[in-house]
């Protein structure tokens, strides 16, 4: 270990340097890109990028980007992309940007860590600890990284998040509100579960002894019925901007159908078996979809109010728990909570057989449902029962090592006192 930190902090593998060979990584998977869906009949590119650079081109020709099927993002994502028109990799190439701006917030963010460590041997452990986090949750991570070159945006949502995550932390709470609502939420509908825990750490909830003092606080929280007011309003607004211009087309394919979804399509959630066998009984349907957010709502409130003075932690298993529970549940919603997982790494301490038998049993387990899935798909096998079998099993392994994390997490100023 003590080779591998003086490997990091060796001057020619500075942090710049680092995001340096990270992006070029990035652009090679991009340029390997265009050879793969040559060769090959499942192609590296994500659909989802057909779907924006088809809705980017519409715009472009003065349409609307909900003209092309299955678009139902913000149209400020078209807008952002229309420079595919002339250059079809341009999206691709931001979202790799946009990683690597994801890691460079990382620093900002970790410096409070930093600061608070005095020792110069300790910081400069810590520094080299975030540092190999980084590298190994983000830029290194095959996952992120090829979600970014397939053409997913999630690394743009990645990036407000922690933004927001930067801002709140300096006590810019009024702009993080705007951020929050203009941007993060405009993007992905998700980081709504995180105002719970921003409006308990704007509050003086903790510091409160009795019931009735801290019932008092919540009521009294002006600060944090500010920054809820302004995250809503600035969502609001924007969706008010582009209603006037694409009319309820957009309010349909851009909200209203997150609200209403039910997948039948297979995915990681076990959800997908059960709205299939009641495709065909309305009320069932709708009561079981629903249903699903039961256990996400509670969790997030539960999260909120235990971990509210660590907003890293608490957004990291609030949105743990929120994917993990959705009734819809894709690889690129790993992305929500792993871009979190850089951050508290550090202060996570189990044992180095633990954390890889976890790790271990993660992508395993994923392994198990993605071989259901592909016998299915491409070679025609009846594994659909198989497949809901698999989608338990992840949601039970998931489920574990949410528990573990929680578990074995230590804040610093915990680590100090012990």
């Not at 001057?11 to 090679?28: G, K, Q």
């Amino acid at each position: 270990m003590n080779c591998v930190r003086s490997f990091v902090r060796n001057e020619s593998f500075s942090r710049d340097r680092i995001l340096f060979v990270a992006f070029a990584a990035r652009i090679t998977l991009v340029l390997y890109a265009h050879i793969h869906d040559y060769l090959f009949k499942v192609n590296f590119t994500d659909i989802d990028y057909h779907v924006f650079s088809d809705a980017a081109k519409h715009v472009w020709n003065g349409g609307s980007p909900f003209d092309r099927a299955t678009y139902r993002y913000t149209p400020a994502l078209a807008w952002i992309l229309t420079p595919v028109v002339s250059f079809p990799d341009f999206g691709k190439i931001l979202f790799c940007v946009f990683d690597i701006i994801v890691a460079k917030l990382y620093f900002k963010i970790m410096e409070k860590d930093l600061k608070a460590t005095k020792e110069e041997d300790a910081r400069n452990e810590m520094e080299d600890d975030q540092t190999m986090n980084v590298v190994i949750y983000w830029l290194a991570n095959p996952l992120t990284a090829i979600i970014s070159a397939r053409g997913n945006a999630e690394s743009i949502v990645s990036a407000v998040v922690l933004l927001n995550i930067f801002l709140l932390q300096k006590g810019f709470w009024k702009t993080a509100a705007l951020v929050h609502g203009a941007l993060a939420i405009q993007l992905k509908i998700y980081p709504l579960i995180y105002l719970p825990s921003v409006f308990l750490a704007l509050s003086s909830f903790g510091v409160q002894k009795d019931f009735g003092s801290k019932l008092k606080s919540l009521f009294t929280n002006w600060t944090g019925f500010a920054y809820v007011f302004i995250t809503v309003i600035s969502f609001g607004t924007i969706v008010a901007f582009f209603f006037q211009i694409y009319g309820q087309l957009f309010l349909d394919e851009y909200l209203i159908y997150h609200i209403k979804r039910r997948d039948l399509a297979h995915n990681f959630s076990p959800y997908f078996y059960p709205l299939y066998l009641y495709e065909e009984d309305k009320l069932m349907s709708q009561l079981i979809g629903l249903g699903a957010f039961i256990p996400q709502l509670v969790l997030t409130i539960y999260f909120a109010f235990k971990h509210y003075d660590d907003l890293p932690f608490c957004w990291f298993i609030t949105t743990f728990a929120f994917v993990t529970y959705n009734k819809v549940c894709t690889s690129q919603y790993f992305v929500w909570y792993i871009v979190l997982l850089p951050l508290l790494a550090h202060k996570i301490m189990m044992t180095r057989k633990r954390a890889l038998t976890l790790m271990a049993a993660w992508f395993v387990t994923q392994g198990i449902w993605l071989l259901t899935a592909y016998l299915f798909e491409f070679q025609g096998w009846n594994t659909f029962f198989q497949m809901f079998l698999a989608s338990c099993l992840f949601l039970v392994t998931n489920s574990i090592v949410l528990k573990e994390i929680i578990t074995h997490y230590v804040p610093i100023e915990k680590q100090k006192t012990e």
